[in-house]
């Protein structure tokens, strides 16, 4: 057996986490030791996942791995598979490239907590968990990660519990997160009382023909324990809370990595098991329920203080970008979807990593306390503000690239498929890129420019290595905008196909022809149109901005201004409009900025108010109506 051979390394990027993990706690107590294999460890991760991309991604191989025998006499698959097509190798490298920046990141940013060998074991459990779960072949064995990397995310969202509301957090990150375990585990159980097998590909062969009630309330089961681990509406207040408590680097797996996992859960929960994207009423659930995640998180963050919270809550506005797209339940939308939960683990990756660098040398995320960090913090307010452009979808950075691409979808399904509704999508999703750019002029504002406060008059600029993570991640936002083209044939294109192969994830699990053999009908994998209407030039929009960048830069330098000051004006035609009043500095705080727009919708942000309790009894309770929805959906529709 050829230990090197590609065949090998989907377990090889999975297990090199784990084994880090058991490392680090054996030899650990080493800062050198345990810096170097966790470094190591995620670097081969990533390495192994890289090492997939011509076969999968390029040749269109489906690399199956089988630990334990494969189809018995009974025909019933049995031992753990991986399954590595296109779409899992797509959110394998998301995965592996954003975990290994984080690492470098922590290098500096943990340096002055206590029990960092226990943050990195849990960084790495939490890892190849997220791994596991996005390369597995086994329903019971996506579960069994979905445990690891929940428990390793509530324990590193308590691991400063010296910082208010740490505790809190994780408990109730504890609570709903369980009881989203708790409906993948029924869902699986269910699955497998039915069918007999808990291999993927064997299910999405026999799960179509045999719906009955138990398997439509499976369906909803793992519905909503993904939709937890997504934190898609109503189980947004989780990520806030984690968030804001979790270290920068942790906020950063749980927003880039763990709500990947969601997504993906819930692409093959509806593409490949239950195939029931071709329902009408399918595509809407999925479309409604991420334009409504989308418009309610983004006015969420328009009224938070917390320089955290509110990217957390901006967070789950893009993942419902990414979920509204899929479920447009075209070779667009699926393309459009995936290049945006690409780009939102960029670009949100890199603001919560500059938040952690303003933590790190203010010791504060409130927006009303802080200001004028970019004449201490120079190199973090560029990348804050790369981060904030892409998020924002200012060209030429990537979140314009693939918003661009999702309005274009969403459209397009408007015109096809006669429904109005789908041009609501297009609109809304406008209205909250406009918003989110609204949102982030005012952090902008409140944390990098104005008046300088006097207690971080002693700040100074993050280490190097803190430097470099978001430097790697800011250049990827520049990069992955400027050459779109690229990144749709080479990655986002082929995982959109790999959604429709549904016959050929089938047979690659259990044998050549067996779909055809099980299936009455046999998923066509038909050469999907990514046929774009309009297009546009990142090098165009690039040499635009920086025209429109100099023009500004030569009216500033040139304006002359008068040398009487307002102090020593004698003439009446120098002196302002003032009443009388001293001339002071006065900072516009968070609260100020878009009081007018908070206060013209009062009404609507007095009832989030009180609809977010912050109880955990209350999110609970959200956690069991939208069970019983989506129980109700799946029996009346399905």
Same mark, same amino acid.
């Given at each position: 057996? %050829?230990?090197?051979?590609?065949?090998?390394?989907?377990?090889?990027?999975?297990?090199?986490?784990?084994?880090?993990?058991?490392?680090?706690?054996?030899?650990?107590?080493?800062?050198?030791?345990?810096?170097?294999?966790?470094?190591?460890?995620?670097?081969?991760?990533?390495?192994?996942?890289?090492?997939?991309?011509?076969?999968?991604?390029?040749?269109?191989?489906?690399?199956?791995?089988?630990?334990?025998?494969?189809?018995?006499?009974?025909?019933?698959?049995?031992?753990?598979?991986?399954?590595?097509?296109?779409?899992?190798?797509?959110?394998?490298?998301?995965?592996?490239?954003?975990?290994?920046?984080?690492?470098?990141?922590?290098?500096?940013?943990?340096?002055?907590?206590?029990?960092?060998?226990?943050?990195?074991?849990?960084?790495?459990?939490?890892?190849?968990?997220?791994?596991?779960?996005?390369?597995?072949?086994?329903?019971?064995?996506?579960?069994?990660?979905?445990?690891?990397?929940?428990?390793?995310?509530?324990?590193?969202?308590?691991?400063?519990?010296?910082?208010?509301?740490?505790?809190?957090?994780?408990?109730?990150?504890?609570?709903?997160?369980?009881?989203?375990?708790?409906?993948?585990?029924?869902?699986?159980?269910?699955?497998?009382?039915?069918?007999?097998?808990?291999?993927?590909?064997?299910?999405?062969?026999?799960?179509?023909? %045999?719906?009955?009630?138990?398997?439509?309330?499976?369906?909803?089961?793992?519905?909503?324990?993904?939709?937890?681990?997504?934190?898609?509406?109503?189980?947004?207040?989780?990520?806030?809370?984690?968030?804001?408590?979790?270290?920068?680097?942790?906020?950063?797996?749980?927003?880039?990595?763990?709500?990947?996992?969601?997504?993906?859960?819930?692409?093959?929960?509806?593409?490949?098991?239950?195939?029931?994207?071709?329902?009408?009423?399918?595509?809407?659930?999925?479309?409604?329920?991420?334009?409504?995640?989308?418009?309610?998180?983004?006015?969420?963050?328009?009224?938070?203080?917390?320089?955290?919270?509110?990217?957390?809550?901006?967070?789950?506005?893009?993942?419902?970008?990414?979920?509204?797209?899929?479920?447009?339940?075209?070779?667009?939308?699926?393309?459009?979807?995936?290049?945006?939960?690409?780009?939102?683990?960029?670009?949100?990756?890199?603001?919560?990593?500059?938040?952690?660098?303003?933590?790190?040398?203010?010791?504060?995320?409130?927006?009303?306390?802080?200001?004028?960090?970019?004449?201490?913090?120079?190199?973090?307010?560029?990348?804050?503000?790369?981060?904030?452009?892409?998020?924002?979808?200012?060209?030429?950075?990537?979140?314009?690239?693939?918003?661009?691409?999702?309005?274009?979808?969403?459209?397009?399904?408007?015109?096809?498929?006669?429904?109005?509704?789908?041009?609501?999508?297009?609109?809304?999703?406008?209205?909250?890129?406009?918003?989110?750019?609204?949102?982030?002029?005012?952090?902008?504002?409140?944390?990098?420019?104005?008046?300088?406060?006097?207690?971080?008059? %002693?700040?100074?600029?993050?280490?190097?290595?803190?430097?470099?993570?978001?430097?790697?991640?800011?250049?990827?936002?520049?990069?992955?905008?400027?050459?779109? %083209?690229?990144?749709?044939?080479?990655?986002?294109?082929?995982?959109?196909?790999?959604?429709?192969?549904?016959?050929?994830?089938?047979?690659?699990?259990?044998?050549?022809?067996?779909?055809?053999?099980?299936?009455?009908?046999?998923?066509?994998?038909?050469?999907?149109?990514?046929?774009?209407?309009?297009?546009?030039?990142?090098?165009?929009?690039?040499?635009?901005?920086?025209?429109?960048?100099?023009?500004?830069?030569?009216?500033?330098?040139?304006?002359?201004?008068?040398?009487?000051?307002?102090?020593?004006?004698?003439?009446?035609?120098?002196?302002?409009?003032?009443?009388?009043?001293?001339?002071?500095?006065?900072?516009?705080?968070?609260?100020?900025?878009?009081?007018?727009?908070?206060?013209?919708?009062?009404?609507?942000?007095?009832?989030?108010?009180?609809?977010?309790?912050?109880?955990?009894?209350?999110?609970?309770?959200?956690?069991?109506?939208?069970?019983?929805?989506?129980?109700?959906?799946?029996?009346?529709?399905?």
């Amino acid at each position: 057996m %050829n230990m090197l051979s590609l065949q090998h390394f989907p377990i090889y990027s999975i297990m090199v986490l784990f084994l880090g993990a058991f490392l680090i706690v054996v030899f650990g107590r080493s800062k050198v030791v345990r810096h170097s294999v966790a470094l190591l460890a995620t670097c081969a991760s990533m390495l192994f996942m890289m090492g997939l991309i011509k076969p999968v991604m390029l040749g269109g191989e489906i690399i199956s791995y089988w630990m334990g025998a494969r189809v018995p006499a009974g025909g019933y698959a049995i031992g753990i598979a991986l399954e590595v097509d296109a779409l899992s190798l797509f959110f394998g490298l998301l995965v592996s490239t954003v975990v290994f920046v984080a690492c470098i990141y922590s290098i500096q940013y943990m340096s002055h907590d206590d029990n960092v060998p226990q943050y990195y074991t849990l960084f790495l459990m939490l890892a190849g968990g997220v791994m596991g779960m996005v390369l597995t072949g086994d329903l019971f064995n996506m579960f069994i990660m979905v445990e690891i990397l929940t428990f390793a995310a509530v324990a590193l969202t308590a691991f400063r519990n010296t910082v208010t509301g740490a505790l809190e957090a994780a408990f109730k990150y504890l609570v709903v997160g369980s009881i989203g375990s708790t409906c993948i585990l029924a869902g699986t159980i269910v699955l497998y009382a039915q069918m007999h097998t808990l291999n993927l590909g064997q299910l999405a062969a026999l799960i179509p023909g %045999n719906l009955t009630t138990s398997t439509k309330l499976a369906f909803a089961l793992l519905f909503i324990g993904f939709c937890t681990k997504a934190f898609l509406v109503p189980f947004h207040p989780l990520a806030a809370d984690a968030h804001g408590a979790a270290p920068a680097s942790i906020s950063v797996l749980i927003s880039g990595v763990l709500t990947k996992s969601g997504i993906y859960g819930i692409i093959r929960l509806t593409y490949f098991l239950f195939q029931s994207m071709g329902l009408g009423t399918m595509q809407f659930w999925l479309v409604f329920l991420g334009s409504v995640s989308m418009f309610v998180c983004v006015t969420m963050a328009l009224a938070q203080h917390d320089f955290k919270r509110l990217l957390a809550f901006h967070s789950i506005s893009q993942i419902g970008y990414v979920l509204a797209a899929v479920g447009l339940s075209t070779a667009l939308g699926i393309s459009a979807g995936v290049y945006h939960a690409m780009n939102h683990t960029i670009f949100k990756g890199l603001l919560f990593l500059a938040a952690g660098a303003v933590l790190h040398e203010t010791g504060t995320t409130d927006l009303g306390k802080l200001g004028g960090l970019s004449k201490k913090m120079p190199v973090t307010t560029v990348m804050f503000l790369v981060g904030a452009a892409a998020i924002s979808g200012i060209p030429p950075f990537n979140g314009f690239a693939s918003k661009w691409m999702i309005y274009q979808a969403s459209y397009q399904k408007a015109v096809e498929s006669n429904n109005i509704g789908f041009l609501a999508v297009t609109i809304c999703a406008l209205v909250t890129s406009t918003l989110t750019l609204a949102s982030f002029v005012k952090v902008t504002q409140s944390v990098f420019f104005g008046q300088l406060p006097k207690e971080y008059e %002693n700040v100074k600029e993050v280490p190097f290595g803190m430097r470099l993570a978001m430097g790697i991640l800011a250049a990827l936002c520049i990069v992955t905008g400027l050459v779109p %083209n690229y990144v749709t044939r080479f990655l986002t294109e082929p995982a959109a196909k790999a959604v429709y192969h549904v016959g050929a994830y089938i047979n690659s699990a259990m044998g050549a022809g067996y779909a055809e053999s099980v299936m009455q009908t046999v998923p066509v994998a038909a050469e999907p149109s990514f046929v774009q209407h309009g297009v546009w030039s990142p090098v165009s929009w690039l040499c635009l901005l920086m025209i429109a960048l100099l023009a500004l830069t030569v009216v500033a330098t040139s304006a002359k201004y008068d040398k009487v000051s307002l102090g020593e004006a004698t003439d009446t035609k120098y002196q302002l409009f003032y009443g009388g009043e001293k001339n002071f500095y006065s900072q516009v705080g968070s609260d100020d900025l878009f009081w007018g727009f908070k206060h013209n919708w009062r009404h609507y942000f007095s009832f989030m108010h009180e609809l977010h309790s912050g109880v955990v009894n209350d999110y609970a309770l959200w956690a069991v109506v939208a069970l019983a929805l989506a129980t109700l959906y799946a029996l009346v529709v399905l």
